[in-house]
């Protein structure tokens, strides 16, 4: 079975334009999380959905939005990028039961000039 | 106050070697648990084991092995016999069982480094 996928693994923007990181869960899995990973803050929740809906967020701006679609694909947006959003950005996904294991993609490693 | 402690920044060991790295953590919820990723440079976190905090057993997957001590609220991570592939960062996170959110409270880490 495949694993998560992020796509693309790597990118450089500048100050102020936009991104968007796209993410596909493992077949048949249903919950989509987005972690934001830095050498001073650790990881931090970003949010999750499941079914489409955004079931959770974590303590970000506005700037950081996301989505899933019918196939539980996700994407993550960040606007108005700052040299702060310089980070990985890690995709993990699970079934959706309580007891459920989060399996995470390769992560996409951001870099704001 | 720190929900998931792990002590130690950073350990050395020798090849094939066991190895504990420590974890903490911190909850009121009598129902919780507590998951171990490692993540290598590559950045992807790979998943390696979990305790559900009413597991009878201590949990085991393959070399790894969980060391759980429910009153001392402590899930160490034990290696055995490493390889010099386990150098990694290794991470405990925890989910309580009260957030009906599905939201994993992390530790800061422990970078593992394996010498031949």
């Known amino acids: 079975k495949a694993g998560v996928t992020q796509t693309p693994r790597y990118l450089i923007k500048t100050r102020g334009q936009q991104v968007t990181l796209s993410c596909s869960p493992i077949?048949?899995?249903?919950?989509v999380s987005w972690y934001q990973q830095t050498p001073g803050q650790g990881l931090q929740f970003l949010f999750e959905?499941?079914?489409?809906?955004?079931?959770n967020k974590g303590n970000f701006p506005g700037r950081f939005s996301g989505r899933q679609f019918s196939n539980s694909r996700s994407e993550m947006n960040v606007s108005t990028l700052e040299l702060g959003d310089s980070a990985l950005y890690l995709c993990?996904?699970?079934?959706?039961?309580?007891?459920?294991?989060?399996?995470f993609g390769p992560g996409t490693r951001l870099t704001v000039l | 106050a720190q929900k998931i402690t792990q002590t130690q920044p950073g350990m050395f060991v020798q090849e094939k070697e066991a190895v504990t790295l420590d974890c903490t953590y911190d909850?009121?919820?009598?129902?919780?648990?507590l998951f171990w990723y490692k993540q290598p440079s590559s950045g992807e976190m790979i998943f390696l084991i979990y305790?559900?905090?009413?597991d009878q057993q201590n949990a085991t997957e393959g070399r790894y092995s969980l060391n759980f001590q429910k009153a001392r609220k402590s899930a160490n991570l034990v290696i055995s016999a490493s390889q010099l592939g386990d150098s990694a960062m290794y991470f405990c996170?925890?989910?309580?069982?009260?957030?009906?959110?599905?939201?994993?409270?992390w530790g800061a880490g422990t970078k593992l480094i394996i010498k031949p």
């Open positions: 959905y499941f079914s489409e809906t955004q079931r």
């Open positions: 993990a996904s699970r079934k959706g039961g309580g007891t459920d294991t989060q399996y």
């Open positions: 305790q559900g905090s009413y």
């Open positions: 996170a925890m989910r309580e069982a009260m957030d009906s959110n599905y939201q994993l409270i």
């Open positions: 077949s048949g899995h249903r919950s």
């Open positions: 909850t009121s919820d009598p129902s919780y648990g």
